[in-house]
T-cell receptor, first 112, second 117 residues
């Protein structure tokens, strides 16, 4: 069973702080990883993709990938109330063509 | 980013009727489109994968005769929920992979909230 695990939260951080979201996956051979943000009642929107070990930065967002430990994380710097949403981790497992498997998501609350 | 348009955004239908949901890629050709279903407070569950000009591939447990998928062109895929029942009420979301672009980066439509009464 190929799985993507996330803590459902809610993760509460004060405005301006760093939010750290974590995701683990079961298939060591996986090569493609994605973070999506989903506001309540809306469809997911792609934030970051990462394919290589290490960090990838895009504005206030940094994705971190560690294939040996089978985890991928998303850091949000200078968190804003508008960042409050559910963050979905998605993995393309080996041998699954183009399909993505999603975690259950972590709900982030940024408080004033 | 690439734009995927899904229509309608919400629909209410009577039990036993059929509902068609459209998913269009507006500014790119989509070789592959995916249909997901999301129940409240749950994650996205892939229902089927459709490739232009061929039959859709359904995930285990998804009834292909109930959820009809047609991917007639590189920019349009449709999902028809036939003989809908209240338990089919859910948030249906399509996504499309950009042809020739990267690995599995996919863009989502706005989603369709289906309520069967």
């Amino acid at each position: 069973q190929k799985e993507v695990e996330q803590n459902s939260g809610p993760l509460s951080v004060p405005e301006g702080a760093i939010a750290s979201l974590n995701c683990t996956y079961s298939d060591r051979g996986s090569q493609s990883f994605f973070w999506y943000r989903q506001y309540s009642g809306k469809s997911p929107e792609l934030i970051m993709s990462i394919y290589s070990n290490g960090d990838k930065e895009d504005g206030r967002f940094t994705a971190q990938l560690n294939k040996a430990s089978q985890y991928v994380s998303l850091l949000i710097r200078d968190s804003q109330p508008s960042d409050s949403a559910t963050y979905l981790c998605a993995v393309k497992f080996t041998g699954t063509a183009s399909k993505l498997t999603f975690g259950t998501g972590t709900r982030l609350q940024v408080t004033l | 980013g690439a734009v995927v348009s899904q229509h309608p955004s919400w629909v209410i239908c009577k039990s036993g009727t059929s509902v068609k949901i459209e998913c269009r890629s507006l500014d790119f050709q989509a070789t592959t489109m995916f249909w997901y279903r999301q129940f409240p407070k749950q994650s996205l569950m892939l229902m089927a994968t459709s490739n232009e000009g061929s039959k859709a591939t359904y995930e285990q447990g998804v009834e292909k005769d109930k959820f009809l998928i047609n991917h007639a062109s590189l920019t349009l895929s449709t999902l028809t929920v036939t003989s809908a029942h209240p338990e089919d009420s859910s948030f249906y979301i399509c996504s499309a992979r950009v042809r020739g672009r990267g690995d599995t980066e996919a863009f989502f439509g706005q989603g369709t909230r289906l309520t069967v009464v």
